[in-house]
C-alpha cells in the first residue's frame, strides 16, 4: 500500500473515510452563505467519503448543499489539525455545530488546527456543489468541465503534541553528483534559538543528531543522502528522511526524489539531459464517479498511458490528488500540476476576491506537492485573458508567490492567445500553446482540415522566437480532435469519426517531429470527460468533451 506523505509516526491519526450521515438541501432550500448552523437538520441518509453525493444514486444531477455528519473521538484535550484532501464547490466545516472554516478553495487540499477536549465531538461538513460566483468567484459557469460535489479526496484527524512539534519538511536537491540535498524542516512553537538539533534518519538508516541553522520558523541543514540514486521517468528510484525532535516526542517522514529540473536553450533538462514531455491532459472525473477515482482506475490510467510510450501527464485543471502524484512518483511519469482555473476573462481577473483565492490555492498547491519528483513544472489560469492588463498583473504575482516558496521548478501557463496579442510569455519560464487547427476555426467548406496544422505549428513559432523569448523551451500543451466512439466513416474520414481523430493526431506527431523548436506534446485528451450542459451542449455533444483518445 502506498502511504500519503507527510507521515507523523508518533501522533494519533484517525482516518474519518467510510460511510457518514447524510442530508440533502435542494438549491430552492437552502444556499451556502447563509448556512449557519446543522442544528436542527434532519440525517436521513448515507455517504461514503471519499465520494461524489452527486454523480450516483439519489442525488444524480442535482444542485444544492449536501451535508456529511460523522462521530470523532479524540483521546486527549488539546489541539488538532483536521486535514482535508479536496472538497468541492465551497465547503463549511464545523465541529460541535461551531464553524471551525469555510473552504472556498475547490481541488485544493486544505488543513484546520483547533483546540478541542477528549472524547465524543461531531463533524460535519456541508458541501455546496452549485456555481455562485458572487461567494466563490473561483469556480464559475461553463468552466469545460463539470464540477461535481463532495469530500472528493481522503480525511484525517491528527492529535497534535504539546509544546514544540514538527510541520513539513521541503527537501531540495542541491548535487546529483553526490546526493546532496537541503532539509527545511518547519518547527511549530519553537524557541527562538538560532540553532536547533533535530535527529536525521534517511530511508532505513539509523537516526543521527544534527545542529540546524533556525529562522523564522524553520530549521535548515545539508546533508548528502547515503547510498542515494537519482529519479528519474527510465528509473523513478524514491527516498525517505525522518526528522525528529531529541526527546522523540514529534517526527515527520517525508518521501522525495533526487533530482533536478531546468530550463536552458529551448530545451526542458532533467538531471542535466534534455527530456521530451509526450503524454495527456487527464482530468480527474469518471462518469460513474464524479471526480472521486478509485486507486485502482488511477493505476489502470497509468499503466494505459505507459503502454502508449508516454512520460508526461498535465494534471487539468486543478490541483491533483496526493495519492495520484504518490502513483506518478512511483512509475515515473513527469507531471505539471497546476492550480483552477478556465478561460478566465478580465472582469474576472479584475476581481481582488478571484484574485486573492488564485494566489491562496496556488501557494497551497505549491506547499502540498513540493516534495513529489513527479512534479516538474507548475502552471496556473489555463486559457485565461493573458492578453490583457489584469492578467498580465495576477500571473506576474502568481510567479513571484511560486518563486518564493520554490526556484527549483519552472512555471508556466497554457495560453490561448499566441498570435492575437498574448502579453506574459516573458513571465514564465516555459511557453505552452493550447491550439486546435483544423477544428475549431475551420471553415465549413474547408475541403482538407488536416492541412491547418502544419501552418499554425508554423505561426506559433514564429510568435514565439522572437529575442526576448526564443531561448524559452516551447510546449504544445493542448491540441486535438473530438470523436463520437463507434462513430465510423472509413471512406471520407470525417469529423467526428474515430478515423478522422486518428489521422488529426498522427498529422500532428508528423508535423512536430520537422519542428525542433517544439520541444513537447501533451495532447487533448485522455479520456471523454463530462462538461457543461444546457445550451452550451450544441458545442459539447452527449454533455461531454469528446477528444479522449479514449471514451469514459
Known amino acids: ?99 471551525i472554516a469555510e473552504n472556498k478553495l475547490a481541488y485544493s487540499g486544505v488543513a484546520y488546527e483547533f483546540d478541542t477536549a477528549a472524547g465524543k465531538h461531531e463533524l460535519v461538513i456541508a458541501v455546496e456543489n452549485r ?7 473561483l469556480a464559475w459557469n461553463y468552466y469545460d468541465f463539470h464540477f461535481a460535489g463532495g469530500i472528493l479526496r481522503s480525511i484525517c484527524l491528527y492529535e497534535l503534541p504539546e509544546g514544540t512539534r514538527l510541520g513539513r519538511c521541503t527537501v531540495t536537491t542541491l548535487d546529483i553528483a553526490t546526493g546532496k540535498v537541503r532539509l527545511d524542516a518547519e518547527l511549530v512553537n519553537a524557541p527562538a534559538a538560532m540553532i536547533q538539533t533535530l535527529a536525521v534518519a534517511f530511508d532505513d538508516a539509523a537516526a543521527q543528531l544534527y545542529e540546524f541553522s533556525f529562522t523564522n520558523g524553520v ?50 533538462l532533467l538531471n542535466g539531459k534534455p527530456i521530451y514531455p509526450a503524454g495527456y491532459n487527464r482530468h480527474e472525473a469518471h462518469p460513474e464517479f464524479g471526480v472521486t477515482l478509485p486507486p485502482a482506475i488511477m493505476m489502470e490510467d497509468l499503466q494505459i498511458l505507459r503502454s502508449m510510450n508516454c512520460n508526461f ?53 505549491v506547499r502540498n506537492s513540493r516534495n513529489h519528483p513527479c512534479v516538474i513544472m507548475w502552471g496556473f489560469l489555463n486559457e485565461c485573458h493573458s492578453h490583457t492588463d489584469p492578467f498580465r498583473k495576477l500571473i506576474g504575482q502568481l ?83 473530438a470523436a463520437l466512439s463507434g462513430c465510423h466513416d472509413k471512406v471520407r474520414r470525417q469529423q467526428w469519426t474515430e478515423e478522422f481523430q486518428n489521422d488529426y493526431i498522427q498529422e500532428v506527431i508528423n508535423v512536430l517531429t520537422d519542428r525542433p523548436r517544439i520541444q513537447g506534446l501533451i495532447l487533448w485528451q485522455f479520456c471523454d470527460a463530462r462538461t457543461y450542459v444546457g445550451g452550451g451542449a450544441l458545442n459539447r455533444a452527449r454533455g461531454f468533451n469528446n477528444k479522449g483518445s479514449l471514451d469514459e
Not at 500500500?1 to 432550500?29: C, H, Q
Open 1 to 99: 500500500m502506498i502511504l500519503n506523505y507527510p507521515v507523523y509516526p508518533t501522533r494519533t491519526r484517525t482516518n474519518l473515510g467510510g460511510l457518514w450521515d447524510f442530508a440533502f438541501l435542494s438549491e430552492k432550500e437552502a444556499a451556502l452563505p447563509k448556512f449557519e448552523s446543522p442544528e436542527g437538520i434532519v440525517f436521513n441518509d448515507k455517504q461514503l467519503v471519499p465520494g461524489c453525493f452527486d454523480a450516483t444514486g439519489t442525488y444524480a444531477g442535482q444542485r444544492g448543499i449536501g451535508i456529511y455528519r460523522t462521530v470523532v473521538k479524540v483521546g486527549k484535550s488539546g489541539k488538532v489539525r483536521l486535514e482535508i484532501g479536496a472538497t468541492t464547490v465551497s465547503a463549511k466545516i464545523f465541529w460541535d455545530n461551531a464553524l
Open 131 to 137: 456555481i455562485d460566483t458572487d461567494y466563490n468567484p
Open 219 to 268: 530549521a535548515t541543514l545539508e546533508l548528502n543522502v547515503p547510498d542515494f540514486k537519482l529519479w528519474s521517468p527510465e528509473a523513478p528510484n524514491l527516498h525517505t528522511v525522518t526528522v525528529s525532535l531529541p526527546d522523540s516526542s514529534d517526527a515527520v517522514t517525508e518521501r522525495f526524489g533526487i533530482r533536478t529540473v531546468e530550463t536552458k536553450d529551448q530545451k526542458i
Open 313 to 365: 501527464v498535465r494534471g487539468c485543471h486543478y490541483p491533483q490528488d496526493q495519492y495520484f502524484l504518490d502513483l506518478c512518483d512511483e512509475l515515473g511519469f513527469m507531471v505539471w500540476e497546476e492550480s483552477l482555473a478556465w478561460g478566465n476573462r478580465p472582469e474576472q481577473g479584475e476581481r481582488e476576491d478571484f484574485c486573492a483565492l488564485q494566489r491562496e490555492q496556488t501557494v497551497l498547491m
Open 399 to 481: 510567479v513571484k508567490d511560486i518563486k518564493a516558496i520554490d526556484t527549483t521548478r519552472p512555471t508556466t501557463f497554457a495560453s490561448m492567445m499566441i498570435a492575437y496579442g498574448e502579453q506574459c510569455l516573458d513571465l514564465v519560464d516555459i511557453i505552452s500553446c493550447n491550439t486546435y487547427p483544423g477544428w475549431y476555426g475551420a471553415d465549413h467548406h474547408e475541403p482538407a482540415p488536416l492541412g491547418m496544422i502544419a501552418p499554425r505549428m508554423d505561426q506559433v513559432i514564429a510568435e514565439t522566437s522572437t529575442p526576448e523569448l526564443v531561448n524559452k523551451p516551447l510546449l504544445i500543451s493542448e491540441i486535438g480532435a
